[in-house]
């Protein structure tokens, strides 16, 4: 009896279509970062403008991540960017940026339930690892907007 793991078969057209929501979430994240870490005034440009960068990396690198599985399960990696809010106060930044955060903690731990009721265990536990960088960019944030003045 042959058997075929979920990675090389078609995945349910939902979650395919929510990895697209997710990936399309997280270019959002990278224009975000850019456009904020670019367009940040004050005394303390250099150390928020440096912790929007560096936080570019991860989104690039779940972005990634998105598109290559999205392809692998047969379905085609989105090129759309949904509209970013913007700002030029520093705090509302941070407010912005953590809620999004927050917002994507919510979103993949509920993919991941969905990628394994889809029986892709593999793909579970990245989103997983997803949740953990999120979690992490999240808290980072909380603590800067818990000091600030």
Not at 8 to 18: K, Y
Not at 60 to 75: E, M, N, P, V
Not at 77 to 105: G, K, N
């Amino acid at each position: 009896m042959e058997t075929t793991s979920a990675a090389t078969t078609t995945a349910p057209a939902a979650l395919v279509t929510g990895l697209n929501e997710d990936l399309r979430r997280e270019f959002q994240a990278i224009v975000r970062y850019t456009q904020f870490a670019a367009s940040i005034e004050g005394p303390h440009r250099p150390q928020i403008a440096a912790l929007f960068r560096a936080e570019i990396a991860d989104e690039l690198r779940h972005a990634h991540f998105l598109a290559d599985k999205i392809a692998a399960l047969g379905g085609e990696p989105t090129t759309l960017v949904p509209p970013i809010e913007t700002s030029h106060d520093v705090r509302e930044m941070l407010e912005m940026v953590a809620e999004a955060e927050r917002e994507d903690v919510e979103i993949y731990a509920r993919r991941a339930r969905e990628a394994e009721q889809a029986g892709d265990i593999g793909l579970k536990v990245q989103l997983e690892n997803i949740v953990l960088d999120e979690t992490r960019h999240l808290e980072e944030l909380k603590k800067i907007l818990a000091g600030w003045r």
